[in-house]
């Protein structure tokens, strides 16, 4: 089983609707979670953190975190094209070291 | 501007020919790290360092080494590279121990070795 886990999609939604992201962790001991977001070709870039259990809002993004269910996810409202992206999960474990998941590539449809 | 640096962005290579990726980062962190990236595989870490002189392995270290002589800097070097080592590369570095608190990525760098 894969340490941290995303569907990898692609993931296509309509411009204007809300796109959810999910992802799932094994390390019960992981603190700390992050949502990544990374065009083509080009660098991953850090959108949003969280770091206990509940939502967090940013702007048009809101990431959700259950430690219980070892499930966190991130939800783009009024998706834009500008939005299609690969989203990457990352979780911070007991080793206090980053893994990612895969990734979830996004398509915003105009 | 606050960044971390790689270099160089692109780079085609023969196998067996030692090669160095340089890594700089302007903002005082702690912490670096080295990934790769491959397709379906996501990004795996190869090597990270806590500080000056403090290194240890990540998931996929071998066929790789680095060093961390100065804070700024953490090159990545392959001694030996082979086919397999072809990949998209990124440095990373954060305030602290790189978990807590995400990560500023650099541009990042596309090796082919042939």
């Known amino acids: 089983q894969k340490e941290v886990e995303q569907n990898s999609g692609p993931l296509s939604v309509p411009e204007g609707a809300i796109a959810s992201l999910n992802c799932t962790y094994s390390?019960?001991?992981?603190?700390?979670f992050f949502w990544y977001r990374q065009y083509s070709g080009k660098s991953p870039e850090l959108i949003m953190s969280i770091y206990s259990n509940g939502d967090k809002e940013d702007g048009r993004f809101t990431a959700q975190l259950n430690k219980a269910s070892q499930y966190v996810s991130l939800l783009i409202r009024d998706s834009q094209p500008s939005d299609s992206a690969t989203y990457l999960c990352?979780?911070?474990?007991?080793?206090?070291?980053?893994?990612f998941g895969s990734g979830t590539q996004l398509t915003v449809l105009p | 501007e606050a960044q971390v640096t790689q270099n160089p962005r692109y780079l085609i290579t023969v196998t067996g020919k030692k090669l160095t990726v340089t890594c700089s980062q302007n903002m005082n962190h702690e912490y670096m790290s080295w990934y790769r990236q491959d397709p379906g595989l996501g990004l795996r870490q190869i090597y990270y360092s806590m500080n000056v002189e403090v290194t240890d392995k990540g998931d996929v270290p071998e066929g790789y080494k680095v060093s961390r002589k100065e804070k700024r800097n953490f090159p990545l070097i392959l001694e030996s590279p082979s086919p397999n080592q072809t990949s998209l590369y990124f440095c990373?570095?954060?305030f602290g121990v790189g978990g807590n608190y995400g990560y500023t990525f650099g541009s990042g760098t596309r090796l082919t070795v042939v």
């Open positions: 990373a570095s954060s």
């Open positions: 390390d019960r001991g992981s603190q700390s």
């Open positions: 990352a979780v911070s474990g007991s080793a206090r070291q980053l893994t």
